[in-house]
């Protein structure tokens, strides 16, 4: 797309370049093992983006007064125009932000030097399978990944040239025009291991055990241009969750027509955000246990019915935003919401049943299925007005 704001420039160019190498290696009858390791760099130009705006909705959708506030039928076509941006990067940005000499950002020197987005990543995997005489297996997996991404895009999606900054002579070294220039830094690595035991896949019997690991960081700092100049955004969000879990499985074919698959995982969040430059540390454990059960009947090679019970959790989270209001405000918000700072884990207890059915020699096929959920603690956002009981507004 050419840049409507600058014809010389375009947009939504993407690149990406990448190299990795896979090893396999049998060493010795029973054992194996499988490494992969690929690192890639993402090059992308300015984002194409267009706007619709306030100044294009054409009704007011049955709401009282003449206010136009929503769209009604088809939605306009954006004009070549509409694709502007205002993603040019002079020396003054490139010294405070990119050279970091308002100290905009700490979390690891300049990848990018222009408008667009720069990301540098390395992924890793390892498999070590080992298999016992009988049909036993035991078997080790870890997985490593690590990114760092830059981005410079213009925030408000806009040509705003004709637009007079009315700051500009009275603030040192903001632009004549209003602008909003943002600049993204964002760390994110992971990794997780897991140990598996299982017993062979033949036999009315069979089994499967372990443990599993895993952790992931991730932090990122905003810094913006705006038309009062640069704002450095230091207060920025780590969030660190680490889990850790044992998990099993039995699965028993009672009889040639019947196959109960029971499941379970016994799991541990720690749940941690960490906002530098600031006191705060929010912090809490989350335990949980997710079972499921499966029964299966074949009455014919064609022809499956199922019927499972599962639990999942999703963990729980904090709403991070109380901590900017005092303790007053906090009690405030708590009594007429019942929001807390943390907040509890999601339960979902999914019942389901089903058939598989097969005619015509497999040319002809059918499946069906209803599912039931009972869906507990959502994680839903929403407003709260309150009073300050301190200013009585």
């Known amino acids: 797309?050419?840049?409507?704001?600058?014809?010389?420039?375009?947009?939504?160019?993407?690149?990406?370049?990448?190299?990795?190498?896979?090893?396999?290696?049998?060493?010795?009858?029973?054992?194996?093992?499988?490494?992969?390791?690929?690192?890639?760099?993402?090059?992308?130009?300015?984002?194409?983006?267009?706007?619709?705006?306030?100044?294009?909705?054409?009704?007011?959708?049955?709401?009282?007064?003449?206010?136009?506030?929503?769209f009604c039928g088809r939605l306009p076509q954006l004009p070549d125009a509409a694709y502007g941006a205002?993603?040019?990067v002079d020396q003054a940005f490139r010294t405070n932000f990119i050279d970091n000499a308002i100290g905009a950002s700490s979390l690891f020197p300049p990848i990018v030097s222009g408008a667009g987005l720069e990301r540098h990543a390395l992924q890793a995997t390892l498999r070590i399978d080992y298999e016992f005489a009988g049909g036993l297996t035991l078997q080790w997996l870890s997985a490593l990944a690590d990114?760092?991404?830059q981005t410079i895009t213009d925030l408000d999606l806009t040509d705003s040239v004709a637009v007079p900054n009315p700051?500009?002579?009275r603030i040192p070294g903001v632009r004549s025009f209003v602008n909003w220039l943002g600049f993204v830094s964002q760390t994110d690595s992971s990794s997780s291991h897991e140990l598996r035991l299982g017993s062979a896949d033949s036999g009315r019997f069979r089994w499967t055990f372990g443990l599993n690991s895993s952790r992931q960081e991730s932090a990122n700092t905003p810094p913006f241009e705006g038309p009062f100049g640069g704002d450095r955004q230091l207060s920025y969000t780590v969030r660190d969750?680490?889990?850790?879990?044992?998990?099993?499985?039995?699965?028993?074919?009672?009889?040639?027509?019947f196959t109960l698959s029971t499941e379970a995982r016994y799991q541990r969040d720690r749940i941690r955000d960490e906002l530098r430059n600031s006191p705060?540390?929010?912090?809490?454990?989350?335990?949980?246990?997710?079972?499921?059960?499966?029964?299966?009947?074949?009455?014919?090679?064609n022809r499956t019915y199922y019927a499972s019970w599962a639990r999942g959790i999703r963990p729980g989270a904090f709403n991070a935003n109380l901590t900017a209001f005092s303790p007053t405000i906090q009690?405030?918000?708590?009594?007429?919401?019942?929001a807390s700072l943390a907040v509890d884990q999601e339960q979902l207890d999914s019942f389901e049943i089903g058939a598989k059915l097969a005619a015509l020699?497999?040319?002809l096929s059918f499946s069906g299925a209803a599912y039931y959920g009972n869906w507990t603690n959502q994680h839903v956002g929403s407003n709260v007005p309150i009073v300050n009981p301190a200013t009585g507004r």
């Not at 896979?22 to 009858?29: F, I, P, Q, V």
């Not at 969750?241 to 027509?257: H, K, L, Q, S």
């Not at 499921?292 to 009455?299: A, G, N, S, T, V």
């Open 167 to 169: 700051n500009f002579g």
């Open 361 to 363: 020699e497999g040319r």
């Open 331 to 338: 009690a405030e918000i708590t009594r007429l919401s019942g």
């Open 1 to 70: 797309y050419r840049n409507a704001a600058d014809p010389s420039q375009e947009l939504g160019a993407r690149r990406t370049d990448s190299v990795s190498l896979s090893a396999t290696s049998r060493l010795g009858e029973r054992l194996r093992a499988k490494a992969f390791v690929q690192y890639y760099e993402d090059h992308d130009g300015p984002q194409a983006n267009g706007l619709l705006t306030s100044r294009q909705y054409n009704c007011a959708a049955g709401a009282s007064g003449a206010t136009l506030n929503w």
């Open 280 to 301: 705060v540390v929010l912090e809490k454990t989350f335990d949980s246990f997710t079972p499921r059960i499966i029964l299966d009947f074949k009455p014919g090679a």
């Open 147 to 149: 990114s760092k991404m």
């Open 241 to 257: 969750p680490r889990t850790e879990a044992a998990f099993g499985a039995v699965y028993f074919d009672m009889g040639e027509r």
């Open 86 to 88: 205002n993603v040019g």
